[in-house]
């Protein structure tokens, strides 16, 4: 038996799923609120102006319909502040207890902490470094799939719809 019709017949095989795959268009969004946060060196409270940008992610996320609010937060010190790990947990702690406070169920909400090196740091015009420790990145939690909101008029995707 010749192996060039076998060879043949897989190519064809690989050929059709990729143009299946192709050859459709493909609909799909990003559903998500962001909320990046800057602290003064060694502190873990958040300011006023900190809480007004969670809570301003947060009303945005709540306008989803039908969903549950899912957060992760990077709970992040930079390798230049003292007691990162201590730094890490306080500062998850302090927006895992806003976020109960606005309203997310406290098994909806990630903490991931983080030791942030030079690539996170950003040098101001002033010549002092600033650095966004804490981001809080909100999510739906959907039952099945969440490609129904991407055509919701009442929810704003972050990305487009793809279709090449």
């Known amino acids: ?75 992040g010190a930079y390798i230049g502040e003292h007691d990162l790990d201590v730094l890490q947990e306080r500062r998850g702690e302090n927006v895992q207890a806003y976020l109960r406070k606005l309203g997310i169920r406290s098994e909806n909400i990630y903490i991931v902490p983080k030791t942030l090196a030079d690539g996170f740091v950003v040098k101001r015009a002033d010549g002092e470094l600033a650095v966004r420790q804490i981001e809080v990145e909100l999510h739906p939690i959907c039952k099945g799939s969440c490609a129904w909101m991407c055509n919701d008029p009442r929810v704003t995707p972050r990305t487009k719809v793809i279709n090449p």
């Open 1 to 75: 038996m010749s192996r060039q019709p076998i060879l043949r017949g897989g190519l064809l095989a690989a050929l059709l799923a990729v143009w299946f795959c192709l050859g459709r268009p493909v609909n799909a969004c990003t559903i998500g609120e962001v909320a990046a946060i800057e602290l003064p060196f060694n502190t873990v409270e958040l300011s006023k102006e900190n809480r007004r940008a969670i809570a301003e992610a947060v009303e945005e996320a709540k306008k989803w319909p039908d969903v549950q609010i899912q957060a992760i937060v990077m709970a």
